[in-house]
């Protein structure tokens, strides 16, 4: 894939947030996913333990038989430090890295990590969005910040997670006796079309298939990097 220049990555913590405050304004809260969804890239990265290595995956799957289309790869040093809020700042270098070796070009991504679920409403997933133009959902493992009401225990149930009044996401059942994901829009997408998106992509385990399998590719990368 080519992908534009958003910006550059010489960024102090200070100077990051004032551009996560000012691209927060440009991202799109709107579905424009197409219809049907053919194909879906899912975007994982895995650390180095005791290093400082960083190992993006990208795994682009073809619904609904979640057939293996592309995958690619990339390999970077870290080069912001670790804050809360900014993860984008640290991972996203890499992650672009990996969809520039990407042929193919999804008609929506999974990241996992957050969407607008976001202290300034600009998750790794907006970031990613704005990057490469693309419909773009987070979905991520755990809760960066709002509050909500437990799911119900089925399956594709879920209820709103609220920040300051608003519903910036879901907190989805995506398998019985797990734990719930936290799901929100990234770019180009609205909630009822990202919960729809991700809904359309869950099999038989708690991830989704295309964050799964960036998953277990990222560590494949990690693990083969250390012997």
Known sequence: MDLPCLHGWRLTGREAV?????????????????????????????YERNGDSFFAAVVVLELPDFKLIEEASATGRMSFPYVPGLLSFRELPVVLDAFSALR??????????????????????????????????????SRLCGSHLPPAPHKGDWVPLLLDGEAVGAVL?????????????????????ALRLVQSCLGSYR??????????LSNRLRLQARN
């Open 207 to 216: 991830l989704p298939e295309p964050t799964r399998l960036a998953h277990l």
């Open 18 to 46: 004032a551009l996560q405050r000012e691209l927060a304004e440009k991202v799109v809260l709107a579905d424009g996913l197409p219809r049907p969804v053919r194909t879906v890239a899912g975007v994982d990265v895995s």
């Open 104 to 141: 193919t070009v999804p008609d929506a991504v999974l990241v996992d990590g957050q969407g607008i679920a976001h202290p300034r409403r600009f998750g790794i997933a907006c970031h990613l969005g704005l990057w490469t133009g693309l419909p773009t959902v987070g979905c991520a493992k």
């Open 173 to 193: 059942t995506s398998r019985r006796g797990v734990r719930p994901l936290y799901i929100s829009p990234g770019h180009r997408t609205d909630l009822p079309s």
